[in-house]
């Protein structure tokens, strides 16, 4: 099972956290500072295994990102590792060539794609055309919702006029 | 596709004004970025919440600003602070009818509420409505909230509905309907035990994906309880081969492989029904050697199909043909360069070893390897792999490796993991005493308190019993080396608390006992330990109860007891000591020097640790004193239940008993029923439980008074007086030390009771003659070749080592390295990791980087921008390889070119004058934007490619400078694709 997840930048910066098991607030800081203090002090050609705590912690790096879950003491770790590449695909996919922007502003979107993707610690869905699909259902009942948008676009109108 | 991107492109960056928030929360998220230190981030978030706190409750806020505060209550949250605030605010948006509204309040509190949180009940009834939705992605939000925040007691309002939704005609709602049954399960496996059928039902839906999903819960059903699900082992096994022979749905491909994610939980599963059943193993052999044999080994996930194999392989009734395969992989992976194969190699090694240890013996070069490898981790896992094989022939030197690797580390869980693990191979394994004692010293020395205190319990009573064989020399041979080895040790600096409280036992106990050392060198040695850690009361307790052994054991075998003048000025000393336990101790001990050697030897008997203490709890013994006095006119004793009209100390004591366990305020009148029951229970056990267990611990001290009246015939009235005092200071404080003090004179009162035993005088223990043979090992195993020769004590004979070593490398096929490297090479992940050391990416805040060029230089930048967007030029980056070493220093150059031109420009790149650039972004929206800009990210709208793009990122750097987020061009980081 996948305890937490968590998105941090080079800098120790939280990009994101999910966390399926309980952790109170004043854990959950205790924990990121631990784990981004091991992880980001690592070599580039070490294992993506850091063992913690009894539990083991996968992260991967992605340009100046590190993505980390956190799993049991038997779980696959190299299976975790491509949950991970799994996850970033279909954030790559959604919003086309993902990067930490994309993230730092849209985080609540990156969360509703972590939850079609994990569910209560499990991976749920394996498939990227399902996630993909959900996620775009659920994308444009929120479209039609939102009118005033666009200021973007209004203006790439007129500058093309 | 196409479309999805388009949407997400547009929801992400085109529509609602850039990113989809206000202004003010964009400014929010930029000054966070720019934050140079954790202390300023802290102010800025804090002075945010202030503004949420004051802006939250304000009436008739519009829906879309309230879902941006839940938004940027979650931004707070996520940054480690409280925004309990605002949690209410979160649970009335999910009562909203608007989906999006709806899906921001569910999303909130699924990120802010844990399952035993009190708003939960809120939320209950809106799940309740919403499972009954028909839309089925109300119904998919509202699933998603139940498998988060459901708990036990609120699993029957949803349960019905939710069991209904596993017929729902939509695949994802009947997938996160099992996840949340699965949930449910976790939680309280009573509530959903008799819809465990369901599970089963499902495992046959059309849809890959739920059946997927099945497969959790029944991997736990499965762990629990085998035998019930024997009849599946068909089923799954014929799932995997459909997997395996292609015939589930494209989308279910990951990097070539067919539905790799699926595949690994099938054969967990087979790994446990296969377990010691022949029989269900046989049905999988095939399938599994299939898979074997297609797996794509150049593949990260490939491999990780196959590591699930060889668990599966080792886990099943074995098959040799299977192991064969499975050794192979194994070979693979520990030959193989990249240090996750590596990591996943020795675990596999490790499961493999229990069915055929030789195969640990092929690789025992590469094993060494991965011991003497930098990464941390990775020698975890050796020592991991060790600590499985370890025999009594190679126990001296992995306990001997384990304990260098100890030495060095900082990390306490692992430290405490690994001596523990050290201590149990040398119980277990120990080839002599005196190699058991050094381990144990050396472990104690440097693990120090980190050890348990049960080991050290452990340790004195296997001094004191020796190692249970009838062999009495080979005992007192055993006391006398730890003796010797502990009054060499005793002088050196910063000893762990633990060791010394076990060297003081030890000293106490056995310190006289051959006769070599005499009574006034040890208790001299004693009372520098005690001079020495004048602040551990604890060890000063154990020192001052060995002394009076010491003095006992002399006045009993009929010596003059000369107490050192340092030894009496430590006992004057801690007579006055702020701890009664101290005192008391050092009392008793003044009391017993002046009795007769009669009367020592029945209180104080020597070697008696081991013998059964009989405890008379009636006090009979008391009988006729209690008889004299009441003749005397004394009030007669009423037993405390028989007190009725006093209120005194009984009430506070049970009372205080109670709050004592149960860890101050008392909930109960307030709670549920329900919870109450096991509440009032709790102390009940607790204290029951404390009472058997010989660890010093905060709650003992009840019985440690019983224990001490016993021995030490000070009157009753004295102890009660003090139980009274103890109890008033738990009551007011937490237990504090006086108790745990008072512990250690429990757990060194038991050994009061002695029984006598000859005294062996004469040692024949050579310590020199030890320490040669120890440091013969050592250097056995260290001189050149060092490698084979560790590896030769480790996996076996030197001869057959060497003669193994040379043959597993001609086993190595010359070519495989290579071309495990060069496939490798053609993974992104390895790329990006190949990429970065020669391009080191440059930081997001970091200062400095001597890319900027200072003033404005007169290239117009916008010609730049189009020259790059050419289409040839294009055409050239499309090749994805290329793109992270070589395109993407242009755009930095690109960035970084840029001059201050114009107003508005100069405006946009203060970094570039000022340097202050360790911005994620500078500069605020500016009115005045450039149409330039604008044209660059319309001309290209519609045509994305996949992949790490450079039109992308113009598109995203020109989007962004519009909204005001500039990058500084030493933050070309954050708009590098996550996959390039």
Redesign the interface.
Request: neutral net charge; charged residues 25%.
């Given at each position: 099972m996948i305890h937490f997840v968590l998105l941090i930048?080079?800098?120790g910066?939280?990009r994101?956290?999910?966390w399926?098991s309980?952790y109170?607030?004043k854990e959950?800081?205790k924990v990121?500072r631990e784990l981004s203090g091991v992880i980001l002090s690592r070599g580039?050609?070490?294992?993506?295994?850091?063992?913690?705590?009894?539990y083991k912690v996968v992260y991967?790096?992605?340009?100046?990102?590190y993505f980390c879950m956190c799993i049991d003491q038997d779980d696959?770790?190299?299976?975790v590792?491509?949950?991970i590449?799994?996850y970033?695909?279909i954030?790559?996919?959604?919003?086309?060539?993902?990067?930490?922007?994309?993230l730092?502003?849209?985080?609540?979107?990156a969360?509703?794609i972590l939850?079609e993707l994990l569910?209560?610690g499990?991976?749920?869905?394996?498939?990227?055309?399902?996630v993909?699909?959900?996620?775009?259902?659920?994308?444009?009942?929120?479209?039609s919702?939102?009118e005033?948008?666009?200021?973007?676009?209004n203006?790439?109108?007129q500058?093309?006029k | 596709?196409e479309?999805?991107?388009t949407?997400?492109?547009e929801?992400?960056?085109?529509?609602?004004?850039?990113?989809?928030?206000s202004k003010e929360f964009?400014d929010l998220?930029k000054s966070?970025?720019e934050a140079r230190s954790k202390a300023e981030e802290d102010r800025i978030v804090l002075s945010e919440i202030e503004t949420l706190k004051r802006r939250i409750v304000e009436p008739d806020i519009p829906r879309r600003k309230m879902k941006e505060y839940i938004?940027r209550l979650?931004?707070v949250?996520?940054?480690?602070h409280?925004a309990s605030f605002g949690y209410i605010h979160a649970v009335k948006m999910t009562h909203n009818d608007?989906?999006?509204l709806k899906?921001?309040g569910y999303?909130a509190v699924?990120?802010f509420l844990?399952?035993?949180h009190d708003l939960i009940i809120l939320i209950v009834n809106t799940i309740q409505k919403d499972l009954k939705s028909d839309n089925y992605?109300i119904v998919?939000a509202a699933l998603?909230v139940v498998?988060?925040l459901i708990n036990e007691e609120t699993i029957p309002a949803v349960l019905p509905q939710v069991v209904e939704l596993l017929g729902h005609s939509k695949?994802?709602v009947r997938?996160?309907a099992i996840?949340?049954l699965?949930?449910f399960y976790?939680k309280s496996p009573s509530s959903v035990s008799h819809l465990v059928s369901n599970f089963r039902k499902r495992l046959c839906d059309n849809d890959?994906?739920v059946m997927?999903?099945t497969l959790?819960p029944l991997f736990d059903l499965i762990t629990i309880d085998v035998n019930s699900y024997k009849d599946l082992v068909v089923s799954f096994v014929s799932i995997l081969k459909q997997i395996a022979e292609r015939r589930l749905?494209k989308?279910?491909d990951?990097?070539q492989m067919p539905?790799?994610?699926?595949q690994?939980k099938l054969l967990?599963i087979l790994a446990l029904l296969g377990s010691g059943d022949k029989q269900a193993s046989e049905h999988m052999y095939t399938v599994v050697g299939d898979i074997f044999r297609k797996c794509d080994s150049s593949s990260?996930?490939g491999?990780?199909v196959l590591?699930?194999c060889i668990?599966c392989v080792s886990a099943i009734y074995p098959n040799a043909k299977l192991l064969e395969a499975a050794a192979d992989v194994i070979a693979r992976f520990l030959k193989s360069d990249s240090?996750?194969l590596?990591?996943?190699g020795i675990d596999a090694l490790g499961r493999l070893i229990k069915l055929s240890p030789e195969v640990a013996e092929q690789h025992q070069l590469a094993v060494i390897d991965c011991l003497e490898d930098?990464?941390d981790?990775?020698k975890?896992?050796t020592f991991e792999l060790l600590y499985k094989m370890t025999k009594s022939s190679n126990v001296e030197v992995i306990v001997d490796r384990m304990i260098d690797y100890m030495i060095n580390i900082n990390d306490n869980?692992?430290k405490t993991?690994i001596a523990s693990r050290c201590v149990e191979l040398a119980e277990q394994f120990a080839p002599s005493n005196h190699w058991f004692i050094q381990t144990m010293n050396r472990v104690f020395e440097h693990a120090g308190d980190l050890v348990k205190s049960k080991v050290a319990h452990n340790l004195m009573r296997l001094i004191a019993e020796g190692f249970g064989e009838e062999d009495d020399t080979a005992d007192s041979q055993l006391r006398s080396s730890a003796v010797e080895s502990y009054l060499r040790i005793i002088g050196e600096p910063k000893l762990p608390s633990l060791f010394l409280q076990v060297i003081c036992w030890v000293l106490g106990e056995y310190g006289t006992a051959d006769g070599k050392f005499s009574a006034s060198y040890v208790t001299g040695k004693l009372c520098d330990v005690a001079d020495a850690y004048s602040n551990d009361e604890i060890v000063k307790s154990y020192a001052v109860t060995a002394l009076m052994k010491l003095f006992v054991f002399e006045i009993a075998a009929g010596r003059k007891v000369d107490i050192l003048p340092e030894c009496q000025s430590l006992i004057e000393e801690l007579s006055a000591s702020h701890s009664t336990d101290l005192q008391q101790r050092v009392y008793e001990l003044q009391a017993i020097i002046g009795l007769d050697a009669h009367a020592v030897e029945c209180i104080l008997p020597s070697d008696a640790s081991c013998e059964d203490i009989e405890i008379d709890k009636n006090l009979s013994f008391l009988n006729d004193y209690v008889q004299q006095s009441l003749e005397k006119g004394a009030q007669p004793y009423i037993p405390e239940s028989e007190r009725s009209g006093m209120l005194d100390i009984s009430n506070f004591r049970s009372q205080d008993q109670h709050e004592a366990s149960t860890h101050g305020l008392r909930f109960e009148a307030y709670e549920l029923p329900k919870p109450s029951v096991p509440s009032r229970t709790t102390p009940v056990s607790l204290a029951s439980s404390t009472e058997l267990v010989p660890v010093p611990e905060p709650s003992y001290h009840r019985e440690v008074q019983q224990a001490a009246t016993v021995p030490s015939s000070s009157d009753t009235g004295s102890s009660e007086v003090k139980l009274r005092l103890d109890g008033v200071q738990k009551k007011w404080g937490r237990p504090t030390y006086s108790s745990s003090a008072a512990s250690t004179s429990n757990s060194s009162s038991q050994n009061t009771v002695y029984e006598v035993t000859p005294v062996d005088g004469s040692s024949n223990v050579n310590s020199k003659a030890r320490e040669a043979s120890y440091d013969l090992k050592k250097t056995q195993v260290e001189i050149s070749p060092e490698k084979q020769k560790l590896a030769a004590s480790l996996f076996g004979g030197t001869s057959k080592s060497e003669r193994r070593a040379s043959s597993t490398g001609h086993k190595v096929p010359k070519g495989s390295s290579h071309v495990l490297k060069s496939t490798a090479g053609s993974t992104t992940?390895v790329l990006?990791?190949k990429t970065?050391?020669v391009q080191p990416?440059p930081?997001?805040?970091d200062l400095g980087e001597p890319t900027l060029k200072d003033g404005p230089s007169s290239v117009d930048p916008f010609k730049q921008l189009e020259e790059l967007l050419d289409p040839t030029q294009l055409g050239s980056s499309a090749n994805p390889g290329i793109v992270g070493s070589t395109s993407a220093p242009d755009i930095m150059q690109l960035y970084s070119d840029k001059p201050a031109s114009g107003q508005s420009g100069g405006f946009m790149y203060p970094s570039s004058s000022n340097r202050s650039d360790d911005n994620?972004v500078s500069g605020l929206a500016n009115a005045t934007?450039d149409?330039a800009h604008?044209?660059t990210?319309?001309a290209h709208?519609s045509q994305?490619s996949k992949?790490?793009?450079l039109k992308?990122?113009l598109e995203?750097d020109a989007?962004?400078r519009?909204m005001g987020?500039t990058p500084s061009s030493q933050n070309p980081?954050?708009?590098?694709?996550?996959?390039?």
């Open positions: 930048s080079r800098q910066k939280v994101l956290t999910k399926y309980p109170s607030q959950r800081t990121i580039p050609k070490l294992c993506n295994f850091v063992e913690w705590r009894g991967k790096r992605y340009a100046s990102l696959n770790e190299l299976e590792l491509e949950i590449h799994h970033v695909e954030l790559d996919r959604y919003f086309g060539s993902v990067c930490e922007l994309d730092i502003f849209n985080f609540h979107k969360y509703y939850d569910i209560a499990e991976l749920q869905e394996s498939s990227k055309k399902t993909a699909r959900l996620i775009a259902a659920q994308d444009s009942l929120v479209e919702a939102k005033q948008a666009s200021s973007i676009s203006i790439i109108a500058a093309t | 596709m479309q999805l991107k949407i997400g492109r929801l992400a960056m085109g529509s609602q004004g850039g990113f989809g928030q964009l998220v966070i970025g938004i979650v931004y949250e996520m940054l480690g409280d608007n989906l999006l899906r921001t999303l699924t990120l844990n399952e035993d992605l998919c998603n498998c988060k695949e994802a997938k996160k996840m949340a699965h949930r976790q890959p994906g997927g999903a959790c749905p989308s279910y990951y990097h539905a790799p994610f699926i690994i967990k990260n996930i491999n990780a590591y699930e668990s240090h996750n590596k990591y996943m930098p990464d981790t990775l975890r896992k869980h692992y993991e992940d990006v990791e970065t050391p990416p930081d997001l805040l994620l934007t149409s604008n044209i990210a319309a709208p994305f992949g790490p793009n992308d990122s995203k989007l962004v519009q987020v980081n954050l708009f590098k694709d996550l996959l390039g």
